[in-house]
């Protein structure tokens, strides 16, 4: 009898046994093209609670319909209430129309004798309007009391909502707008070795600086022990040509992964497009007009990463003598010498050793004696 085997999934939990990224499902993917998270949150106890704990993250990351209506509606919403205290000022201190005050009578705050006066009053006191026909007494110290509490919590609440449409609008999310990947990633032939490529270019002249480019393998993993974890996070390492170094990202640049047998994708089938996993990309950098810190991210799919191709070249010179980026060429790929699997070229991936070894054999068999050749990589 077997014994069951014990599953364990990430927050994208599902109670089937479809793989989360599987063949038969293109369309599901944790991370979409344009770096959001296509992941859903459930049954988070006091979730409404844990949002309002933190006012701050969640005023920035409302939407801005929401939180120019939440903006309006916050203004309007104190001036109405701290309209009412003073209509209830008013009638407390005998001031209002109805109780025909004597002539002599000093109200405690001058033509406000109606709720309508008393909400003028507010919204004048509270964007420091003063038209100078409706003013506060030095009959009521109750008024005078309640008019600097209005002034002091009304600031104070404007300095939180102008704080936070600020925090949002100079947040580095649209500079990661003109951060572009390649729509695919492509595995060719690279000074010898099997290398998967992407593509990324900076679309503003203002540069990123300290950029990094790493990369996350999302696939099912089987545990010694028997245990499948779902979407389990495995680092892939990107360099441009040899250097793992901060780029200097001013043209549209090639970030290679050697497919070798340390890679985490040697077990996964490039080759045909098929397979259980999802790559995903990511880049960070520092923004250099606002030293603000920017991530931009994208993923790829098995099908949408193509053996055998590469890019076409994006980098032109003009007739002025300028460096000329076509982005209508960005994503273009083109079909690469053929290359053999990812275990034959991590064997034998050097050309040059290649050649030489080849040449040994030749002459051995011219000899009558063949011999059997490997280089050391030594």
């Known amino acids: 009898m077997t014994s069951a085997t014990k599953v364990y999934y990430s927050q994208t939990t599902q109670t089937d046994s479809r793989p989360l990224i599987g063949s038969g499902l293109r369309k599901r993917r944790v991370m979409t093209k344009d770096g959001r998270s296509n992941v859903r949150m459930e049954h988070i106890a006091d979730k409404r609670f844990l949002?309002?704990?933190?006012?701050?993250?969640?005023?920035?990351d409302m939407q801005w319909r929401y939180k120019l209506l939440l903006f309006s509606a916050t203004?309007?919403?104190?001036?109405?209430?701290?309209?009412?205290?003073?209509y209830l000022v008013a009638l407390l201190h005998g001031d209002l129309l109805e109780f025909d005050p004597p002539a002599n009578h000093t109200p405690c705050v001058m033509q406000v004798h109606t709720l309508t006066g008393a909400f003028?009053?507010?919204?004048e006191s509270q964007t420091t309007i003063g038209y100078g026909f409706r003013y506060i007494s030095e009959e009521c110290p109750l008024a005078i009391v309640l008019l600097i509490s209005q002034l002091v919590l009304t600031t104070i609440m404007e300095i939180f909502i102008t704080g936070t449409f600020l925090a949002k609008?100079?947040?580095?999310?649209?500079?990661?707008?003109?951060?572009?990947?390649?729509?695919?990633?492509?595995?060719?032939?690279h000074n010898g070795k099997t290398c998967l490529m992407i593509r990324v270019a900076n679309m503003r002249?203002?540069?990123?600086?300290?950029?990094q480019v790493t990369g996350k393998l999302l696939n099912t993993y089987l545990t010694k022990e028997g245990d499948c974890i779902r979407l389990n996070q495995v680092n892939v390492d990107f360099q441009v040509d040899t250097s793992s170094d901060?780029?200097?990202?001013?043209?549209?640049?090639?970030?290679y992964h050697v497919v070798d047998d340390s890679s985490p994708l040697r077990d996964t089938a490039l080759r045909t497009g098929e397979g259980d996993f999802e790559l995903v990309v990511i880049l960070s950098g520092t923004v250099e007009s606002t030293s603000a810190t920017c991530q931009v991210?994208?993923?790829?799919?098995?099908?949408?990463?193509?053996?055998?191709?590469?890019?076409?070249?994006?980098?032109?010179?003009?007739?002025?003598?300028?460096?000329?980026?076509d982005f209508s060429l960005f994503d273009q790929v083109v079909k690469a010498s053929p290359l053999c699997c990812v275990h034959e070229t991590v064997r034998f991936g050097d050309p040059e050793k290649l050649k030489l070894e080849e040449t040994f054999r030749e002459k051995s068999e011219r000899e009558g004696s063949p011999l059997s050749v490997r280089i050391s990589n030594v």
């Open 297 to 325: 991210r994208t993923s790829y799919l098995p099908e949408e990463i193509l053996w055998g191709y590469e890019f076409s070249p994006v980098i032109s010179l003009s007739a002025s003598g300028k460096y000329v980026a």
């Open 246 to 255: 901060s780029p200097f990202l001013i043209l549209p640049l090639t970030f």
């Open 51 to 60: 949002y309002l704990k933190d006012l701050w993250t969640t005023f920035i």
């Open 205 to 211: 002249k203002s540069l990123l600086i300290g950029c």
């Open 120 to 123: 003028l009053f507010s919204l």
């Open 75 to 86: 203004f309007a919403g104190t001036w109405f209430i701290f309209g009412v205290i003073w």
């Open 169 to 189: 609008i100079a947040r580095p999310k649209k500079r990661a707008e003109t951060i572009k990947f390649s729509q695919n990633a492509v595995v060719a032939q």
